[in-house]
């Protein structure tokens, strides 16, 4: 499971939609085995256009609990110092740099096996073979 | 209840049939295709009830997240592209924020819930999932399908069960092909102790018993293949859609239809998220 469905994952519990607790899922750094893809390839302009779309609180809540302290808090800003909106074109080094960062984390980073649970119900979810399972069990059904 | 009937002839028979379903399910349809062709760069989506994941790679410009409640497509899809982002979860209880994607896909999926008021419940959580404006394309099985294979068409009973026959796996083919069974009949009688007079009258009854035992033995072996075939013989239930019904249920779901037709035995919707 690549690091950026994780910003994706509530819980499935559908009372603890009325919380504020079920995104993202907490996940447990020390019970998740964690792996690297280098095959994935850098599209900048796809990355652009994806980090529009994330939460990017979520984002370092997640990283942090995976032991990646890096990430600033707030969202890098591409954009305001190019004219073009959001074109990968206009990027500086740097930022293609800060771009190249966020793809081996976004997009090569995943978790191979481990476990996340909800802030609000603490039901544990199992990630097994890459695939995380979040059928609930009758009772929570 | 319904929920008892989805579970027992959807939710368990996909993951018996999962790796043979796999098998069958390989080409990607065109107008599927076309739709996730024409998703802008970046876009963020899913795929509800991907089954083995063929849609999860047609465009490497978008992110989709294919989910399924059957683990075993699930793992299917995994082995097919470790690089698919797929998930085990329940399409009712989706577990994705509101307001979030950008689109969705729901292929050959909606006709598996069992009454009308979950299929629209249905498709209002997957359109809950995306954001205002957003389309989904939803595909459900149709009920006038005259020239395929199955034959449904116009008139006939909507809610159907509708069989899947499991290939053999070679474990059994091999068992029972290797099975002693056409024991050897005796070519010719033993003569031996027979007077030569009675040795006619004495072949014809042999030839008789001979006849009985081999077509008893047909019998049976006919038998046991309609019990293997009874055995791997499993049964999905599905709504097959009548023309504009599916429109119908987008509308009930509060979406807005802005593209409809007919692909492969099935009836389409584009649907947009008002």
Same mark, same amino acid.
């Given at each position: ?5 994780t ?7 559908? *009372? ?5 607790d ?12 964690i792996v ?10 796809f ?15 997640v ?21 073009? *909106?959001?074109? *990968? ?10 771009l190249?960062?966020?793809?081996v ?8 096996e481990?476990q ?9 979810y199992?990630i097994?073979?890459g695939?995380?399972?979040?059928l609930?069990p009758?009772?929570? *059904? | 209840?319904?929920?008892q ?10 993951n ?26 970046g ?7 991907c ?19 059957s683990?075993?497509l ?6 097919i592209d ?9 399409g009712?209880?989706?577990?994705h ?12 999926v ?52 509708v ?38 009258a004495?072949?014809a ?19 046991e ?8 013989t499993?049964?999905r ?7 504009g019904?599916?429109?119908e ?7 807005k ?18």
């Amino acid at each position: 499971m690549k690091f950026l469905t994780t910003n994706f994952l509530k819980c499935s519990v559908g *009372a603890c939609d009325n919380s504020n607790d079920n995104f993202p899922l907490r996940y447990e750094g020390s019970k998740c085995q964690i792996v690297q893809d280098e095959t994935v390839e850098f599209n900048p302009q796809f990355l652009l256009n994806i980090l529009d779309r994330v939460d990017w609180n979520a984002i370092v809540t997640v990283a942090r609990e995976l032991g990646n302290q890096s990430l600033p808090v707030t969202k890098p800003q591409f954009t305001h110092q190019n004219g073009d *909106a959001n074109t *990968a074109s206009n990027l500086t080094e740097d930022e293609l740099a800060v771009l190249q960062d966020l793809h081996v984390l976004l997009l090569q980073t995943s978790i191979a096996e481990g476990q996340m649970s909800c802030r609000n119900c603490n039901h544990i979810y199992h990630i097994k073979n890459g695939i995380p399972n979040l059928l609930l069990p009758p009772h929570l *059904a | 209840m319904a929920e008892q009937k989805e579970e027992e002839y959807v939710h368990k028979i996909y993951n018996e049939i999962a790796s043979h379903f796999s098998e069958t399910r390989y080409k990607p349809w065109p107008i599927v295709t076309d739709f996730l062709e024409h998703r802008p760069m970046g876009s963020v989506g899913i795929d509800v009830g991907c089954g083995n994941g063929k849609y999860l790679g047609i465009n490497p410009n978008i992110f989709i997240i294919g989910s399924d409640h059957s683990s075993g497509l699930i793992e299917c899809a995994h082995d097919i592209d470790n690089a698919y982002n797929v998930l085990v979860a329940d399409g009712m209880k989706l577990p994705h924020r509101e307001n979030t994607f950008d689109f969705a896909i729901s292929i050959a999926v909606v006709h598996h819930w069992s009454t009308r008021e979950r299929r629209v419940q249905a498709i209002n959580h997957i359109l809950s999932k995306i954001k205002s404006g957003g389309e989904a394309l939803i595909y459900c099985w149709a009920l006038e399908q005259r020239s395929s294979r199955r034959g449904y068409q116009e008139g006939m009973e909507q809610d159907v069960l509708v069989p899947w026959v499991l290939h053999e796996t070679k474990k059994e083919k091999h068992s029972s092909s290797d099975k002693p069974k056409k024991l050897k009949l005796a070519s010719a009688p033993d003569l031996t102790n027979i007077p030569l007079k009675e040795r006619a009258a004495f072949i014809a009854n042999w030839r008789k018993e001979e006849e009985q035992k081999r077509l008893a033995l047909i019998k049976e072996e006919a038998k046991e293949k309609e019990e293997t075939a009874k055995k791997n013989t499993k049964y999905r239930y599905y709504h097959l859609y009548k023309e504009g019904e599916l429109e119908e249920d987008c509308v009930s779901a509060g979406g807005k239809v802005k593209g409809s037709g007919y692909e492969k035995d099935n009836w389409y919707v584009v649907v947009q998220k008002q």
